[in-house]
DNA sequence: AAGGCGTGGTA
DNA sequence: TTACCAAGCCT
């Protein structure tokens, strides 16, 4: 393997023929389209954000149209995409465009960055994706990439270091519209070639140039982050209290929610933890979306 | 700064 | 079946 291995410039061609042709990748997709998908694609595997993330664009295609909405419109629509809060973020976040930045997605970090639900991954993304900005954009796919063809580990650590930027940054052409093209192929490889558990480096294109592949791919021996429990946690309870209150018309009392889960006290704590965060409200007739 | 936060698919 | 994984963010 060659020090100075154009690797963007690899993958990146290899980009060009195998890219997967979602729906927000297609030319004419707005700024807030992209925003929406990035967030919905947020822990969230894409084939299931495709279907929801054109509902949303048809029914909101500005900041201003969600914005004019009850947030409990946008958790409705959020179907089960899971981790609900962040629909409650990007309603936020769409109040905020509309009030603050006339309707347009900002095009700075750092005005990114300040919209909630917006953190370091998204507002590259964004930056580079919709605005078409030179900026490293590191999720767990890059991250898992440049761990391996770079430094030659089974994988990245566990999450998103300034580490990680600057190396990332470091493999970007100068170029802003072919760095942004770099990104989007880093990831997309990640997530088709160079995946966690099988990853196929027979069909890698960074194969001659992998310090990884050169030890004998080695795959990691632990989990790539924290496991989760899930089964009987508070999330899951919330889970299905969410789900009932989804598909409800009308408030559900609360007795009608204990069917839900047989433990009083998990039940309860879960409820009153769906209220605290603006998911739930409580009114005459019953819990609801706000 | 470690842990909480949904949901469904795959091996 | 259980365990891991999937374009992170927030506190």
Same mark, same amino acid.
């Given at each position: 393997?060659?020090q100075?291995?154009p ?11 195998n ?13 807030? %389209?992209?925003?929406?998908s990035?967030v ?10 495709e279907?929801?993330?054109?509902e ?13 909405e009850?947030?409990g ?7 089960r995409?899971?981790?609900p ?6 309603h936020a ?9 006339d ?5 700075t970090?750092?005005?990114l ?8 991954y998204?507002?590259r993304a ?8 030179r ?6 796919n890059?991250?898992?990439?440049v ?7 089974p994988?990245a %650590? ?12 470091t493999?970007l052409?100068?170029d ?23 990853p ?38 919330r889970?299905?209290?969410?789900a ?26 879960a409820l ?6 603006g998911?739930?409200v409580?009114?005459a ?6």
């Amino acid at each position: 393997m060659s020090q100075s291995a154009p690797i963007a410039r690899l993958v990146s061609d290899w980009f060009a023929a195998n890219a997967r042709d979602l729906p927000w990748r297609e030319p004419g997709t707005t700024a807030w %389209g992209v925003l929406v998908s990035e967030v919905m694609s947020q822990q969230t595997p894409v084939r299931r954000v495709e279907p929801v993330w054109r509902e949303w664009m048809e029914r909101w295609p500005t900041p201003a149209d969600l914005a004019a909405e009850p947030t409990g419109e946008a958790i409705r629509a959020w179907g089960r995409l899971g981790y609900p809060r962040r629909a409650l973020r990007l309603h936020a976040a769409a109040v905020a465009v509309a009030g603050d930045h006339d309707n347009v997605v900002p095009d700075t970090i750092a005005a990114l960055e300040a919209l909630p639900g917006i953190g370091t991954y998204t507002a590259r993304a964004v930056a580079a994706f919709a605005h078409r900005q030179r900026h490293p954009v590191v999720d767990t796919n890059v991250r898992r990439v440049v761990a391996r063809a770079v430094a030659g580990n089974p994988d990245a %650590g566990m999450a998103t270091t300034a580490a990680d930027l600057r190396a990332t940054e470091t493999l970007l052409p100068d170029d802003a519209e072919a760095a942004a093209v770099a990104s989007a192929a880093l990831m997309e490889l990640g997530a088709l070639i160079c995946t966690a558990r099988a990853p196929v480096c027979a069909r890698c294109p960074l194969a001659d140039d992998c310090a990884w592949h050169a030890k004998g791919e080695a795959l990691p021996e632990g989990p790539s982050r924290k496991p989760q429990k899930y089964t009987g946690t508070d999330r899951h309870v919330r889970g299905l209290i969410m789900a009932v209150l989804r598909e409800a018309d009308d408030p559900v009392a609360r007795v009608a929610l204990d069917t839900v889960w047989h433990e009083p006290d998990r039940r309860e704590r879960a409820l009153t933890g769906l209220v605290a965060d603006g998911l739930v409200v409580e009114g005459a007739g019953g819990f609801r979306l706000p």
